[in-house]
């Protein structure tokens, strides 16, 4: 990829060009790419390319999305490690405010150990939130496959559900093919 095309710089014929340029292109593929031939080929040729380039004028987007190489996070796992992070960084934060009061023999050194202290039992105990949290949806959700899970219980319980769903609408069926033999009643 050249400057140009990185810096979204104008090229020939005043066009600019920006975002990032599809590895398998050529420059015929970019629009004012390439300065066209003068004289009498510039007149065939022109006619070409023209007819060329509003064929090839079709939708290529800016850029290919890629899976995800990792599923998202759930949404309760997720809120705990913000929180937890956000928990830190005021420690991390405290600490140095902290170090720098004591350096420079500050009044507020004493008040900024002890909010640090108490940030830093905070913080455990978000990092230990986020943990607790993550098992608690891992148990409940069915991921963790351990003969004890109760997700396993439950996902039984569903498919059981299913199944008589299931077996009662084919009696359903059967009954209304049958033209409704074997009702007590019509509704």
């Given amino acids: 990829m050249g400057t140009a095309e990185r810096r979204g710089a104008p090229r020939a014929g005043g066009a600019q060009l920006t975002g990032h340029r599809d590895p398998e292109a050529t420059d015929s593929d970019i ?3 390439v300065a066209a031939p003068s004289g009498r080929e510039s007149e065939g040729q ?7 380039s509003r064929e090839r004028q079709q939708y290529r987007p800016l850029w290919v999305e890629e899976p995800a190489r990792r599923r998202r996070l759930p949404d309760p796992v ?8 956000l ?10 405010v902290a170090f720098l009061c004591t350096m420079a023999g500050s009044w507020l050194a004493f008040p900024m150990v002890i909010s640090s202290v108490v940030s830093t039992i905070a913080a455990t105990w978000g990092a230990l939130d986020v943990w607790v949290t993550r098992q608690v949806w891992n ?24 199944r008589q769903e299931r077996a009662a609408e084919r009696a359903q069926g059967r009954i209304r093919r ?9 509704s």
């Fill in 46 to 52: 022109g006619h070409e390319v023209g007819r060329r």
């Fill in 139 to 162: 148990q409940r959700n069915g991921v963790v496959s351990v003969p004890s899970s109760t997700a396993r219980a439950l996902r039984r319980e569903r498919r059981r559900t299913r």
């Fill in 78 to 85: 997720r809120t705990a490690a913000v929180r937890a992070v």
């Fill in 31 to 33: 629009p004012g790419g």
């Fill in 178 to 186: 049958r033209g409704g033999a074997g009702q007590l009643s019509h």
């Fill in 87 to 96: 928990l830190i960084a005021v420690t991390l934060i405290q600490a140095m």
